[in-house]
């Protein structure tokens, strides 16, 4: 098949380039011609494990191209839409301009038959005005949320662990004629993956949307909640690790996801739960997702805390302390910096008086563009250099195997925050650090 992917971020780069890996044939459009370049030359302009072995996969074969020109989508069968929505300026809802945009470029190259598949999480009612623009084009509309995991996206897009078509349906909630093409469409894209017996979910517009905004706040809520629990250990000398243990062999609750710690960041949870919190107002039922609030709040207390422990081994105060943050990126496999518990932790100590230095194995650049005022350095021991007290903020492998006695040995203090609850507190304790942890005694 024929297919255009429109907008080249995160989601559709790993979008296209897997999609050229299945055999189909792929255009990829973005409005940054930088961008665009580096993905043309096969290089991928942000960090994703896999990714760059997979263009680099289908470089030679010719099935994928990239273009800043819209009118290179003509021709496809099926117009993946994947721009971003982030969190608007000063309010909750979604800024949808680069849907808007990137939909009314694409209109006029549209073809009867032609489908717009919707990957791009967005407000419920969104495919629905979409869906209504497309009248007179022969065109029609799906919707396809995508649940990629940064650090895991290639995986995921190649072998997800569920599909979701969201299509035209009838008053009773089945697909129309224009719903069947869609989905025949969706199929032939999706062959591989649904011969590997990938869950097929067929639903309408509505549904469709929820889903992904649905997931991700019910996983915000379990995250959040075990923190909340680590809240209540710190106040009675009990163990969050333990306790999550214990109520994690409950077949109905899991252990997945109940690590306490620092909290979620990232581009996704966190604006994507303020988003539903304001389309849930915008539609009058503001009550059924009143519970998000506290979810959000539990998870930006959280990094206050870290601060608070900080300064706890650092004998009262920060001021004047040299600290070193192991970690920028809001998770281990990533450079992404967006909203991320480890940078919000470092500026917010270096703006109440500490010399902060932040080390990542990926996410120095992202970090220091963001934050030019703090120090930075290649290597969790050169960041280490002298510091009283540091701070695990992001749990990548390299830092949950550090070796105390070395980190020790390049330390004024060995005064340890683990923020993500990941290293062994007797080990530590054993090679002559103070450790302190969230929601541990």
């Known amino acids: 098949m024929r297919i255009s992917v429109i907008g080249c971020g995160y989601l559709g780069a790993v979008h296209a380039a897997s999609m050229a890996s299945l055999g189909h044939d792929v255009v990829g459009i973005d409005v940054d011609p930088d961008k665009i370049a580096r993905l043309a030359a096969g290089t991928a302009p942000f960090y994703e494990p896999g990714l760059p072995e997979l263009l680099a996969e289908v470089s030679g074969t010719g099935r994928l191209t990239f273009s800043t020109d819209m009118a290179d989508a003509a021709g496809a069968q099926i117009h993946f839409l994947c721009v971003g929505t982030p969190q608007k300026h000063g309010e909750f809802r979604a800024d949808l301009s680069y849907v808007e945009s990137a939909f009314e470029d ?13 990957k791009s999480t967005v407000p419920v009612g969104t495919a629905e005005d979409l869906a209504a623009r497309l009248t007179g084009t022969g065109a029609s509309l799906a919707w396809n949320p995508e649940f990629l995991r940064e650090g895991f996206a290639v995986q995921d897009t190649l072998h997800p662990d569920r599909l979701v078509y969201g299509l035209p349906t009838d008053d009773e909630g089945v697909p129309t004629a224009e719903g069947d093409a869609a989905r025949a469409l969706l199929d032939e894209v999706y062959a591989t993956p649904l011969s590997e017996g990938t869950p097929l ?3 309408d517009y509505a ?5 992904k905004v649905a997931a991700n706040s019910f996983l915000a809520t379990k995250i959040s909640f075990i923190n909340a629990m680590a809240e209540l250990c710190e106040a009675t000398g009990a163990d969050v690790t333990r306790l999550a ?12 996801f109940l690590n306490a710690g620092l909290g979620f960041g990232g581009g996704c949870l966190p604006k994507d739960i303020r988003a539903f919190m304001a389309r849930a107002g915008e539609l009058g039922v503001d009550q059924a997702l009143s519970f ?27 001021v004047g302390k040299r600290v070193t943050v192991l970690g920028a990126a809001f998770k281990p496999d990533s450079d992404d910096v967006r909203d991320s518990p480890a940078l919000s932790v470092a500026a917010q100590m270096q703006l109440q008086g500490a010399h902060v230095t932040v080390t990542d194995p990926q996410a120095v650049e992202n970090a220091r563009a963001k934050w030019p005022d703090l120090k930075y350095a290649a290597t969790a021991l050169e960041a280490a250099q002298g ?9 990548w492998a390299e830092y949950r195997d550090l070796d105390p006695d070395a980190l020790g040995g390049v330390v004024a203090h060995r005064a340890i925050v683990d923020g993500r609850n990941v290293l062994d507190p007797k080990a530590w304790r054993a090679a002559g650090w103070t450790y302190r942890a969230l929601g541990r005694p």
């Open 201 to 203: 979910v067929v639903t």
């Open 387 to 395: 510091a009283d007290v540091v701070v695990l903020a992001t749990e």
């Open 207 to 211: 549904t469709a949307q929820l889903v």
């Open 245 to 256: 243990d214990a109520i994690g062999y409950d077949a109905r609750i899991g252990r997945r």
């Open 106 to 118: 694409l209109r006029p190259h549209l073809a009867a038959g032609d489908v717009v598949a919707g």
């Open 292 to 318: 998000l609030r506290e979810v959000d709040a539990i998870n930006m207390r959280r990094r206050v805390r870290m601060v608070d422990l900080a300064r706890e081994v650092s004998a009262g105060s920060i």
